[in-house]
């Protein structure tokens, strides 16, 4: 159970193009999906919190109008990189919470998506 | 803000010795510490976790231990296999925002056979 899939699992794109990433919890709601980038050899950092029906919250430094997150059911989060440039190359996981269960507070992780911006 | 150090940054060890890896956090509100572990390329994995009202937990060659007072927590591998090898992160959640987890830097861990 408790599975978290990420689609694509990774993508080439031009400078200045529009990419979306889709995060889908399978097996049950999640009620919190978070993003974050990872940079190689490097920590998580997240990026923003998104509570389904509800506006993300972004942390400290990142773009929101840049970084465009929609949670607009329970099981789909959708992250799109607007405007693309080679610095946005990373690798984007997506990670889901429910709080429907004993262990609601566990974040279970997406598979991630390598983004390439040429 | 809140922060997690984590160390060290590398470690090797031989096939069957134990790893020991150290956390330290700064919000004393801090309730959750789970420990992630990331093998190459995939998506990181709950290996354990331990709350705030307990000081130490077992699973099988895994133990993490907590020590509120100072703030510390570890994760012990006992009798290390190759397939340990990976990147492990821990992390802590603050009781005052639960929605957040701040990771640790990261320790890759290699065992060699």
């Known amino acids: 159970g408790a599975v978290v899939s990420q689609h694509p699992s990774w993508v080439i794109c031009k400078s200045g193009t529009s990419v979306k990433i889709e995060c889908r919890s399978l097996?049950?709601?999640?009620?919190?999906m978070f993003w974050y980038r990872q940079f190689p050899k490097q920590s998580l950092m997240l990026m923003a919190t998104?509570?389904?029906?509800?506006?993300?919250?972004?942390e400290q430094g990142v773009e929101k109008d840049k970084f465009l997150i929609n949670h607009a059911s329970l099981t789909l989060s959708t992250l799109t990189v607007t405007s693309a440039h080679p610095e946005d190359s990373s690798f984007y996981i997506c990670?889901?919470?429910?709080?429907?269960?004993?262990?609601?507070?566990?974040?279970?992780f997406g598979p991630g998506t390598r983004l390439l911006v040429l | 803000g809140e922060n997690v150090e984590q160390h060290p940054s590398t470690l090797s060890v031989q096939e069957g010795d134990s790893a020991v890896i150290k956390c330290t956090y700064s919000d004393s509100a801090s309730n959750y510490f789970p420990w992630y572990k990331q093998e190459l390329g995939k998506r990181p994995q709950l290996i354990i976790d331990?709350?705030?009202?307990?000081g130490e937990k077992k699973d099988q060659r895994i133990a993490v231990t907590l020590n509120k007072t100072a703030k510390h927590f570890s994760l012990h591998i006992t009798e290390t296999q190759p397939e340990d090898s990976a990147v492990y992160f821990c992390a802590a959640r603050s009781l005052y925002n639960t929605d957040k987890l701040i990771f640790g830097t990261g320790t890759r861990l290699q065992v060699f056979p």
């Open positions: 998104s509570n389904e029906g509800s506006k993300a919250t972004y």
């Open positions: 990670s889901a919470r429910t709080l429907y269960d004993p262990r609601g507070e566990t974040q279970y």
């Open positions: 097996d049950f709601q999640a009620t919190t």
């Open positions: 331990i709350r705030s009202n307990v």
